[in-house]
C-alpha cells in the first residue's frame, strides 16, 4: 500500500486496478470495445453492409481515444498539484503504451493471419487498457482528494462553531459553515450518485442526512450553552451534537475511500425469525427415504427450538396482550406435536422402504401449524404497531410542558416517560423487523430506530436547559428545534415500520381493537369513570387517524381506478362526519360524567347515543378495510376467519386454537380413518371428487366473471363452493375438517346459505316479466333445497374400524361417496342459479324495473407495462412459407390416382 503524496490522506494501491463509480466505467468502455473489435476481429463481419470498420479505421480510433486519455490527464495534473507526480507519471505510462499499441495494430492490419502479430497486439492492447484504467483512476481519486478537502474545511468550520465565545461570533461561523456544507454537500452528492456499490451509496446519503440534521441543532445547542454556561446540560447537549457531526464526517470518508466488496451491517440482517421459519419448513421437507433419525431429529428439533425462544421472547414482551401470549404459547405446541408427528411418519417410512398413507397428511399438519404459527407472531407485531404508534406526540409534550414550569423534579419523571417511550418504540421497530422480509424496508426501519435512540437523550437535555432557565427565549428556540427533529424522526419510522407492515393484517387488527377500546368506555360510562371513557375515547380517535394515515400511503401505490376511489371515499367519510361526530359525543359524555353526581343514575340515552356514534365508527372502519381488500389479488389475501377469528374474544380464538390441535390426541379422528380405507373403495372416492371438481371449475368459472362488491349471489355462491370443497377434502381424508361433527356443521353452515341464496333469488325472480326463464329459476332453487336437506342427511359420515375375521375393515364408504355426489348436484344447480339470475335480472332492467343486483363484469387484472426479469413469453416465431400450389399438377396426381 502507498500513498499517493505526502499532503494526501488518500491511501491508494497501484496494483489495484478496481473501479469503484459509474463515470470512470462509462468512460472506458469506448476504449474497450475498439481494442477488443480490433482483437477479436476473424473473418467476415456479421454486421450489415457499410457498418464494420476495417482494421486500419479501428486501430485509427484507439490512437484517437489515447490522445483523448493522455491530453485530459494533463489537464487534470495541472489542476491537481498534490497529485501531480502520480498522474503524470500515469499519463506518460498511457502515452507510451498508446505508440506500443498504435505500432502493433497497423503492424497486424497489414497482416491479420499472423498470429505472432496478433499476440503482440493482444499483449500490447492489456498494457494500454491497464495503464489507460490507472490513469482513470487517479483521476477518480483526485475528485475524492477535493471532497475530503472539503470534508477537512467542514470539520474546521464545525469546530469554530462549538468554540465560538459570543452570540455575534458564533453566527458569523455559523454562516461560514453553512457555506463550507453546501459546497460539501453538492460534491458528496455528486460521488453518491457516482458511486458502484449500492450499499456504500445507501451509507453515503445516510451519512449526508445525519451531518445536515446535527449541523442545524449544533447551532441552536451552542447558543444555548453560550447564553446559560453554568447549565451543565448545556455543555453536554453541544458536545454530543459535535461527537455526532464528526462522526457522519467520519463515515463519509469511509465510504468514498472503501474498496472491494461491501462488509454486512446491522441493518442488512432481514427477518430473523420469519427467515428461521421459511428454512425450518424447507428442511422438514424431505425425501422419506433418506431420512436418518440420528442425524435429522436432533437438527430439526434444534431449529424448531430456537424458533420457539425467539416466539416465547415476542410472547413476553411487555407490550404483548394476555390473550395473544396464550395463543402464541398453544401454537408453539401445536408446531411442538406436528413435527413429532411427521418424525414418527418418517421412521414408519424408512423401516417399510416406500412412503407411508399418512406421511402426506403429517407433512400437510407441519406447515399448517407452522403458518398458524407465523400468523400469531405477526399478529402480536401489528398489536404491539397499533397500540405503540397511537399516540406519537404526548409525550415530548408532556416533557416540554414540565420544562416550561422550571420543576427539574418533574422534568426528570416525565424524562424517565418519554425514555420509556422511545425504547418502546424502538423495540416494537425491532420486533417488526423480526417477522418481515422486505430486505429494504427493514434496513430503513433499522436506520430510523437507531436515529431515535440517537435523538431521545439530546432532547431530554434541552429540556433540563429549558427546566433550568424556563424564562430564556433561547432555550425555548433550542427545545421546539428538538421538539420538530424528533417528531419529524418519528414520522420517518412509522412509515418505515408501516412498510413492513402487511396493510389488510393492520386493518383488521384495528378494526378489533376499535370494538375492544369501545367496549371499554361503555363499561367506563356504566362505572362512572370520565377518565378511562376519555382515555379509551382518545384511543379509538387515535387508532381512527392512524388507519386514514396508513390506508392513505397505501393508495398511492396504485393508479387511481374506481376501486382507488372508492378508498380515498371510505376514508373521507370516517374523517369528516363521522369523527367529528364521534369527538363531541365523547366530550358531551365526559363532561356529563362529571357533573352528574353518585346519587343519579346514568341515562340510558347517553349510553345509546355514545353506541350508535361508536358503531358508525367501527362501521367505517370496516367498510374501509373492505375496499382496500378489493384492491388486492384474493390470493394474497387471507381469508376472514384466519384474520378475524382471534379478535372475537379469548375464549373464540382459543377454539379455533383447540379445533386445529384436536388431531394431536391419543384417539384417530373421523378424517384419519378415512384414509385407512381401501384403495379399491379411496379409487371410487377419488374418481366422485374428480367429477365434483369438474363441477366446481364450472362454477368458479362462472362467478370469477363478476364482481362481488355489489353481488350477493357471487358472494353466496363463492361461499357455498368452498365448504363443499372442505366437504368433500374430508371424504379423502385431507382438509381443515377433522371428524364428523365438523362436516355436519359445515352441511347446517351451507343450508343457512341456501336459505339466504333461495330468498335472494325469490325476489329475482317475483320482479322477471318472463315467464319462462321465473319458472325455470324457482325450478332450479327447489333443487337447492332438495340437495341442502340430502347434504345434511349425508353429512354424517362416519368411518367405523371393525375387526373380521382377524383383519381390520373400514366402513363408511357409501356415506362418503353420497356426500360427493350431492355436493356435485348441489354445485352444479348453484351455476343453474346464477346464470338464470343474471338472466332475470337483465330482463328486468329491460322492462324498467330496479333489482337490487347489480351484475358488473369484473374488472381484467393489470399487467405490467415492463416483464418481471424472469419473466417469459412465448418466442414469435417467423410463420412458414406459403407454398404456391399448381393446379395442374394437383389435378395430374388425382388423375393418376384414379
Given amino acids: 500500500m502507498s500513498t499517493l503524496s505526502s499532503n494526501s490522506a488518500i491511501k491508494w494501491n497501484p496494483k489495484n486496478l478496481e473501479i469503484r463509480t459509474l463515470s470512470v466505467e462509462k468512460t472506458l468502455e469506448p ?68 505508440q506500443i499499441m498504435a505500432k502493433a495494430s497497423h503492424s497486424f492490419a497489414d497482416d491479420p493471419c499472423s498470429s505472432m502479430k496478433r499476440g503482440s497486439m493482444v499483449r500490447a492492447a492489456r498494457a494500454l487498457l491497464s495503464s489507460v484504467t490507472k490513469l482513470l483512476i487517479l483521476a477518480d481519486m483526485a475528485d475524492v482528494y477535493r471532497l475530503l478537502n472539503s470534508l477537512k474545511i467542514v470539520k474546521r468550520s464545525a469546530t469554530q462553531v462549538r468554540d465560538a465565545s459570543n452570540p455575534d461570533e458564533l453566527k458569523k461561523r455559523f454562516h461560514q459553515f453553512q457555506k463550507d456544507m453546501a459546497q460539501l454537500n453538492y460534491a458528496s452528492l455528486a460521488r453518491q450518485n457516482d458511486l458502484k456499490d449500492l450499499k456504500r451509496r445507501d451509507d453515503l446519503a445516510a451519512a449526508r442526512g445525519e451531518l445536515k440534521q446535527n449541523g442545524e441543532l449544533l447551532y441552536h445547542a451552542t447558543m444555548a ?28 470518508t469511509t465510504a468514498v475511500q472503501a474498496s472491494g466488496s461491501s462488509d454486512s451491517r446491522p441493518e442488512d440482517s432481514v427477518g430473523e425469525l420469519a427467515n428461521a421459519l421459511d428454512v425450518f419448513l424447507d428442511r422438514v421437507n424431505m425425501d422419506p427415504l433418506d431420512f436418518d433419525e440420528v442425524r435429522h431429529r436432533p437438527s430439526l428439533e434444534e431449529r424448531l427450538e430456537s424458533i420457539i425462544s425467539g416466539a416465547a421472547l415476542m410472547a413476553d414482551s411487555s407490550c404483548t396482550r394476555e390473550g395473544r401470549r396464550e395463543r402464541i404459547v398453544a401454537e408453539c405446541n401445536a408446531v411442538r406435536q406436528a413435527l413429532q408427528d411427521l418424525l414418527q411418519e418418517y421412521m414408519n417410512s424408512a423401516s417399510q422402504g416406500r412412503p407411508t398413507d399418512d406421511l402426506e397428511h403429517a407433512i400437510d399438519s407441519m406447515k399448517i401449524k407452522t403458518k398458524d ?66 430486505e429494504e424496508g427493514v434496513r430503513m426501519v433499522k436506520l430510523a430506530a437507531r436515529q431515535i435512540e440517537v435523538l431521545c437523550p439530546q432532547v431530554i437535555n434541552s429540556a433540563l436547559v429549558l427546566a433550568a ?6 432555550a425555548q428556540q433550542n427545545m421546539n428545534k428538538y421538539k420538530y427533529s424528533w417528531l419529524k ?101 365526559v363532561v356529563t360524567l362529571s357533573q352528574t353526581p353518585d346519587s343519579e343514575e346514568i341515562s340510558d340515552d347517553m349510553n345509546n347515543e355514545f353506541v350508535d356514534c361508536s358503531r358508525l365508527v367501527y362501521d367505517a372502519i370496516h367498510d374501509i378495510r373492505r375496499a382496500v381488500l378489493a384492491l388486492k389479488n384474493p390470493e394474497d389475501v387471507e381469508s376472514d376467519s384466519d384474520v378475524d377469528d382471534v379478535m372475537n374474544g379469548s375464549e373464540a380464538g382459543m377454539s379455533r386454537v383447540s379445533s386445529r390441535t384436536a388431531d394431536t390426541d391419543a384417539a384417530p379422528t373421523d378424517q384419519q380413518l378415512m384414509r385407512k ?63 364428523t361433527a365438523d362436516v355436519i356443521l359445515e352441511a347446517k ?27 325455470d329459476l324457482i325450478a332450479y332453487l327447489q333443487r337447492i333445497s332438495l340437495y341442502c336437506h340430502q347434504l345434511n342427511m349425508c ?42 339470475s343474471y338472466v332475470a335480472c337483465s330482463l328486468s332492467q329491460k322492462s324498467g324495473q330496479q333489482g337490487g343486483i347489480l351484475w358488473k363484469m369484473k374488472a381484467p387484472e393489470k399487467k405490467p407495462l415492463v416483464l418481471r426479469e424472469g419473466d417469459r413469453r412465448a418466442p414469435v416465431r417467423k410463420a412458414s412459407q406459403k407454398r404456391v400450389i399448381s393446379h395442374e399438377k394437383a389435378l395430374g396426381e388425382f388423375q393418376q390416382d384414379l
Wanted: glycine content about 4%.
Fill in 469 to 474: 432557565r424556563p424564562t430564556s427565549e433561547l
Fill in 489 to 589: 424522526q418519528i414520522e420517518y419510522l412509522t412509515d418505515a415500520v408501516d412498510e413492513v407492515t402487511s396493510i389488510d393484517k393492520f386493518l383488521a387488527i384495528s378494526e378489533a381493537h376499535v370494538l375492544e377500546d369501545v367496549t371499554e368506555c361503555v363499561r367506563a360510562i356504566q362505572g362512572r369513570s370520565p377518565e378511562m371513557l376519555a382515555q379509551k375515547g382518545n384511543d379509538i380517535l387515535g387508532r381512527t387517524a392512524r388507519v386514514i394515515q396508513v390506508v392513505k400511503n397505501e393508495i398511492e401505490n396504485y393508479e387511481p381506478d374506481f376501486y382507488t376511489q372508492k378508498v380515498a371515499d371510505a376514508c373521507e367519510t370516517l374523517n369528516d362526519p363521522i369523527v367529528t361526530k364521534f369527538t363531541n359525543q365523547l366530550e358531551n359524555s
Fill in 225 to 252: 450553552s453560550i447564553e446559560h454556561p453554568e447549565v451543565a446540560a448545556a455543555k453536554a447537549n453541544r458536545d454530543y451534537i459535535y461527537k455526532r457531526v464528526l462522526g457522519a464526517m467520519e463515515r463519509i
Fill in 795 to 836: 353429512a354424517k359420515v362416519k368411518a367405523e374400524v371393525q375387526n373380521i375375521s382377524g383383519e381390520m375393515v373400514v366402513s363408511g364408504v357409501e356415506s362418503a361417496m353420497s356426500l360427493v355426489q350431492n355436493a356435485r348436484n348441489l354445485v352444479n344447480a348453484v351455476v343453474l342459479i346464477v346464470k338464470t
Fill in 677 to 739: 380405507l381401501p384403495e379399491e373403495e379411496r379409487a371410487k372416492i377419488v374418481a366422485n371428487v374428480k367429477e365434483f371438481q369438474m363441477e366446481k371449475q364450472a362454477l368458479e368459472s362462472e362467478i370469477s366473471k363478476w364482481d362481488e362488491s355489489s353481488n350477493d349471489i357471487i358472494v353466496l355462491a363463492r361461499q357455498m363452493c368452498c365448504i363443499m370443497m372442505d366437504m368433500t377434502d374430508f371424504t379423502r381424508g385431507r382438509g381443515r375438517l377433522k371428524n
Fill in 373 to 438: 404459527l407465523r400468523r400469531q407472531l405477526c399478529k402480536a407485531v401489528i398489536d404491539h404497531v397499533s397500540d405503540s404508534f397511537l399516540d406519537k406526540a404526548t409525550p415530548i409534550i408532556a416533557l416540554i410542558e414540565a420544562a416550561k414550569s422550571g420543576d427539574e423534579k418533574a422534568v426528570k419523571e416525565e424524562a424517565q416517560i418519554f425514555r420509556d417511550h422511545a425504547n418502546k418504540l424502538v423495540e416494537v421497530a425491532n420486533l417488526s423487523c423480526s417477522m418481515s422480509t422486505n
Fill in 31 to 98: 476504449l474497450v470495445i475498439q481494442v477488443t473489435t480490433l482483437v477479436n476481429g476473424k473473418g467476415p463481419s456479421n454486421k450489415k453492409k457499410g457498418k464494420s470498420k476495417k482494421p486500419k479505421a479501428l486501430a485509427k480510433s484507439v490512437e484517437e481515444a489515447t490522445a483523448f486519455f493522455v491530453a485530459r490527464g494533463t489537464e487534470i495534473a495541472k489542476e491537481n498539484p498534490e497529485l501531480r507526480n502520480e498522474i503524470e507519471k500515469a499519463v506518460e505510462e498511457t502515452e507510451n503504451d498508446g
Fill in 749 to 775: 353452515h351451507i343450508a343457512e346459505i341456501g336459505n339466504r341464496l333461495d330468498k335472494i333469488a325469490k325476489d329475482i325472480a317475483e320482479s322477471c316479466p318472463d315467464s319462462s326463464v321465473k319458472s
